[in-house]
């Protein structure tokens, strides 16, 4: 295989392998872009899922790395032949599965972008345009939380270094005492199970508390653990609350915890990583109202904010505890301090090297302009009070929890049938394996109290109602069949 002559022409020219003529890299970037734009395209025609089984794949893909290069086009066109296409398309309209993102045009050149400066937003030195911009993003997102301006944050990979940062940050602000426990509800995200864990918190002080029947934490409950825990000479250092808890998108009391918190000095950390950005809207703000009494937020630009993976942030309501749990004097950095109005952004967190995340939500933002977004967000929250009256309204599925944040868990149950839990959760087993085998959508399950449920969340902005109607007459049909067949 040959490899491109102005490729060989310009090598050959600045004794340097790794470079490409700009013709060829001009060539590379348009087909890149036609690959991208054809499948935007066509996702809704195609199924939301594709994969396979690691041996077939480790048959096409496992090999040696070749000594010399190919024709760079080729490799692009295997990659979104055999490998890209390979996955959930989180993008799909009828990607209803877990939490899915469809991200914006701009978002995504903007990773290109960055990546093309090979921008580093570790330090003010190294990154001062970067640096501005992040902090002029953190601060939108501090107005829209409704912080003061003390509150500042970063970009993370995600939620779940989210809430590793705001851990590091409450064990610190609370002395780093050697006894620590945290409390969550049993609907919070595994993630903060996993940031306890990493933080050193024994696993019997990880306390995961019962909710109530709408799936938010029983504050009695809560209560109680942390007087037993006190009693016991354990150190409670965090409570974590559910802005848009994962199964059923239900929010805490977070009024309430922020008092009870308050009053014991313990820090509350909001998980808004999916739900948060519902606050840009009236009926939002709302919903989580509260959010803004937390010592910090956990909150996604990649779930409900429409950016490519990964752009999650922390926001803290004083920036300086961050700071005071991350920043560490580095003799080959001494050269980047520049003191107290340049942040240099590494020292609030886990990462030192990081990717220019914030670019993509102030480019998508420019672009479209909020109007646009709030839109997008209200839209989720609508088509979800949809598909909740076509629940209620259907003879054969049954609601299993309050629509919240665009959140919808519900099964097939006509109740005349009286089945056993067992029969109706093998019934909707049917029902989800059929949906995946034999429908477009892709639709996930969890498990309510015991429940096997079916859950939509509905968050991407390129689905509208038919998708979710036909995805639900399937599953009616489907369930008719499967209890047919019984
Ligand atoms: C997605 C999610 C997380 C984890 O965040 P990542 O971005 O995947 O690391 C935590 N909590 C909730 C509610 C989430 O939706």
């Known amino acids: 295989m040959e490899k491109s002559e102005g490729r060989r022409e310009a090598q050959a020219a ?8 700009p013709e060829e890299m001009l060539d590379l970037a348009r087909r890149a872009s036609e690959l991208l734009v054809e499948r935007i395209e066509t996702l809704p025609g195609e199924d939301a899922w594709d994969g396979d089984f690691q041996q077939e794949l ?61 921008i580093n937003q570790c330090t003010w030195l190294i990154a001062s345009g970067p640096s501005q911009l992040e902090l002029v993003v953190i601060d939108w997102f501090r107005r829209w939380v409704g912080y003061p301006e003390s509150a500042g944050g ?72 942390v007087a037993e825990d006190r009693a016991a000479g354990l150190h409670p250092i965090a409570v974590c609350a559910n802005a848009g808890a994962v199964s059923t998108g239900a929010v805490d009391p977070l009024g309430e915890m922020a008092d009870f918190c308050e009053a014991q000095g313990i820090w509350l950390h909001v998980d808004a990583a999916y739900g ?3 606050t840009v809207t009236e009926r939002g703000k709302e919903l989580l109202a ?31 505890t961050l700071e005071r749990a991350f920043a560490v004097r580095h003799d080959i950095l001494q050269d980047t301090i520049w003191g107290a109005n340049h942040p240099n952004i590494s020292d609030r967190g886990l990462q030192l090297s990081r990717s220019f995340r914030a670019l993509k939500v102030w480019m998508s933002v420019q672009t479209f302009g909020m109007a646009a977004f709030r839109r997008a967000i209200s839209k989720g929250m609508e088509l979800a009070g949809q598909a909740e009256e076509y629940v209620r309204e259907s003879p054969v599925l049954e609601m299993l929890a309050p629509v919240s944040l665009g959140v919808v ?17 093998e019934v909707n087993r049917t029902v989800l394996a059929r949906v995946f085998w034999d429908d477009k959508a892709f639709v996930s399950s969890t498990l309510l109290k015991g429940k096997f449920a079916l859950r ?23 369930g008719k069949e499967a209890l047919g067949s019984r």
Request: charged share 25%; with cysteine.
């Open 14 to 21: 600045e004794g340097d392998d790794l470079r490409m003529a």
């Open 58 to 118: 480790e048959k096409q893909l496992m090999e040696a790395p070749p000594e010399e290069g190919r024709p760079a086009a080729e490799v692009l066109e295997r990659a979104a032949r055999d490998i890209l296409p390979l996955s959930l398309r989180l993008d799909h309209p009828r990607s209803f599965a877990f939490i899915s993102c469809s991200p914006t045009w701009p978002g995504v050149l903007a990773d290109y972008m960055a990546a093309g400066y090979a």
């Open 154 to 225: 970063l970009f993370t990979s995600g939620g779940s270094a989210a809430s590793l940062d705001a851990f590091v940050a409450a064990r610190e602000a609370a002395g780093h005492p050697d006894r620590a426990s945290v409390y969550m509800s049993d609907q919070s995200h595994s993630a903060h199970i996993r940031a306890a864990r990493i933080i050193g918190v024994k696993p019997e002080r990880i306390r995961l508390l019962p909710c109530n029947a709408r799936f938010r934490l029983d504050l009695e409950a809560l209560k109680r653990a």
């Open 276 to 278: 948060g950005f519902a």
């Open 290 to 320: 509260g959010m803004e009494r937390a010592d910090s937020i956990g909150i996604d630009a990649h779930k409900w904010f429409f950016q490519p993976y990964e752009a999650g942030t922390l926001l803290v309501k004083d920036v300086k």
């Open 409 to 425: 868990c519900f099964r097939v149950n006509p109740g005349d049938a009286d089945l056993g839990e067992e029969a109706l959760e």
């Open 456 to 478: 939509f969340c509905i968050i991407n902005h390129t689905t509208a109602w038919d998708d979710v109607r036909e995805t639900l007459e399937g599953i009616e049909r489907f």
